[in-house]
């Protein structure tokens, strides 16, 4: 009797679940291929502002398919005995596996694969043990990377393989659409690091996202040079118009790079380029030698670094308060 009580409430739990997740796919244009769930959850690589504006609607997703899996898995090994005939169950396997490779799908094509999966270990657990179809191929260490990681390791023919288009299924727009959003969310996400590296590497973004891939070859060359741009990315401080005293300096480099940019009213940045590096220098030897331990995050110590910076920048507030932000964003100073 308790047996059965229970697994009227799985049902009636998954039954909700099911119509959940149906009500929130229902503006999905038909065919409802994979392709239609990526552009109706990730919105289009073209905007900006798209990932962004989609990202409630794919948590909303993301939990709703966890919720019908979860109710499925409780239930999964006496689905008869929770009344549902041997017809049902397979269109009702067949519905909760495709749900799971949609959600996989759009976390790839958002960015989003890593963000989320430490906080889903119960999640994988009973994928792998009720759920998955198809075992997934065993990629090592690689298995952990970003897809613009796989893409510098591997290259990104076989990083489109082995990650984004793992099953085959994606036009090479979409694949190319992927890209796009994987490239920008590294910017999103590493912007504050070096700003004007990756305003420089955003505009680099835009003049990919207009290129051709109307036929084999312009999306091949699409594909070249999202390659290199993600490269570029990785490299992240690159020595061409660094003056040679910044070399092996990351952190000085970035300031090197940022100093022009500041806001400042009577700060005066200097015009030649030995000047320029010069002060990057002396900003970073105050960083490092006058830094009080865990000073991130802790008010007196950052105020005793506002003050070593003051002087630097001509007792400049707006200037110094800019490099602040910059510094505190740079892990080597941490």
């Not at 690589?45 to 909303?60: F, G, I, P, Q």
């Not at 000085?252 to 990057?280: E, G, H, K």
């Amino acid at each position: 009797m308790h047996l059965q009580h229970w697994l009227q409430e799985g049902r009636k739990q998954l039954d909700a679940a099911r119509e959940a997740l149906r009500y929130l796919c229902e503006p999905v244009p038909l065919p409802r291929e994979v392709e239609q769930y990526l552009h109706y959850f990730c919105g289009d690589a073209a905007d900006a502002h798209a990932l962004n504006e989609t990202e409630a609607l794919r948590v909303s997703f993301y939990k709703a398919v966890a919720l019908c899996a979860r109710a499925f898995a409780a239930i999964a090994e006496d689905l008869g005995g929770a009344g549902y005939s041997d017809a049902e169950v397979v269109e009702l396997r067949r519905e909760v596996e495709l749900h799971v490779e949609i959600r996989a799908a759009i976390k790839r094509h958002s960015g989003e694969e890593l963000d989320i999966k430490p906080y889903e270990a119960d999640m994988r657990h009973l994928i792998n043990t009720y759920i998955q179809a198809e075992p997934a191929t065993a990629l090592g260490q690689l298995g952990e990377l970003s897809l613009t990681e796989l893409i510098i390791e591997t290259g990104i023919h076989d990083a489109i393989a082995r990650k984004l288009n793992e099953k085959g299924k994606l036009s090479r727009n979409a694949i190319a659409e992927g890209i796009i959003n994987n490239v920008r969310k590294t910017i999103i996400r590493d912007q504050l690091t070096d700003p004007r590296f990756y305003e420089q590497m955003s505009k680099l973004l835009d003049d990919l996202i207009r290129q051709s891939r109307a036929d084999t070859a312009a999306y091949e060359e699409f594909l070249r040079q999202a390659e290199a741009l993600v490269k570029r990315l990785a490299a992240r401080q690159p020595d061409d118009g660094v003056p040679a005293v910044l070399h092996g300096k990351p952190e000085a480099v970035v300031l090197f790079n940022n100093l022009a940019a500041l806001p400042a009213t009577s700060f005066r940045y200097p015009s030649a380029a030995a000047d320029q590096a010069a002060l990057a220098l002396r900003i970073d030897r105050a960083m490092r030698e006058r830094a009080p331990a865990g000073w991130y995050g802790d008010q007196a110590r950052e105020a005793q670094i506002l003050n070593a910076l003051f002087p630097l920048l001509d007792r400049d507030r707006a200037a110094t308060q800019a490099i602040f932000e910059i510094i505190r964003h740079q892990p080597g100073y941490q």
